[in-house]
């Protein structure tokens, strides 16, 4: 059974920074690109950023270009997403997601994490 | 950046009857290559994920309900609930998996009249 288990999520001040963790299982990690999409209270959805199952072909929505970081430790099974000078506008739950295709990094998202609510407010 | 315009935002349907969304993409998000609309369909109840209902347009992820159905091609697409089920109550969103950045429509609130 595939699962994604976020963690890393909470309460930081503005300028501040966390590391986004999600833990998956059930699938072979390193053939699939992963991506991150959030969700900003009573909002829709919006793609973050997206990697590929070597690691290698990390993008990012403009709204966070430069400030997070996606990676992975295929090791670990574990896709993670440093966060670095956010900001209020980045109050949101974080899911990751799976791509459907192995090897493909533009396809439908088949399995979601529950989520981890990240909230930035002084 | 491909837009993605969902209608309606709302609707309200009796249960058994036909629930119709729309989505609209900014371009066309088909690949003349292989023929493959870049399009899916999310379902997303209260306090949980989305989760995937069609790909590729119209192509219904295994164990959605044979209720669920997805049409359209280039940048006019349709998610029909042949029959609407209490259980179906969601916002719904569809997405494009053309370009990067993707993009997702604002999203069509469904209930039950």
């Known amino acids: 059974e595939v699962q994604l288990l976020e963690s890393g999520g909470g309460l930081v001040q503005p300028g501040g920074s966390l590391r986004l963790s999600c833990a998956a299982s059930?699938?072979?990690?390193?053939?699939?690109?992963m991506k991150w999409v959030r969700q900003a209270p009573g909002k829709g959805l919006e793609w973050v950023s997206s990697i590929s199952g070597s690691g290698g072909s990390p993008y990012y929505a403009d709204s966070v270009k430069g400030r997070f970081t996606i990676s992975r430790d295929n090791s670990r099974s574990t896709l993670y997403l440093q966060m670095n000078s956010l900001r209020a506008e980045d109050t949101a739950v974080y899911y990751c997601?799976?791509?459907?295709?192995?090897?493909?990094?533009?396809?439908?998202?088949?399995?979601w994490g529950q989520g981890t609510l990240v909230t930035v407010s002084s | 950046d491909i837009v993605m315009t969902q209608s309606p935002d709302s609707l309200a349907v009796s249960l058994g009857e036909r629930a119709t969304i729309n989505c609209k993409s900014s371009?066309?998000?088909?690949?003349?290559?292989?023929?493959?609309?870049?399009l899916a369909w999310y379902q997303q109840k209260p306090g949980q994920p989305p989760k995937m209902l069609i790909y590729w347009a119209s192509t219904r992820e295994s164990g959605v309900p044979d209720r669920f159905s997805g049409s359209g091609s280039g940048t006019d697409f349709t998610l029909t609930i042949s029959s609407l089920q209490a259980e179906d109550v969601a916002v719904y969103y569809c997405q494009q998996y053309y370009s990067i950045p993707l993009t997702f429509g604002g999203g069509t609130k469904v209930e039950i009249k």
């Open positions: 059930g699938f072979a990690f390193s053939s699939y690109a």
């Open positions: 371009q066309s998000v088909l690949n003349s290559s292989n023929h493959k609309n870049y």
């Open positions: 997601a799976k791509v459907r295709v192995q090897g493909a990094i533009r396809n439908g998202l088949d399995y």
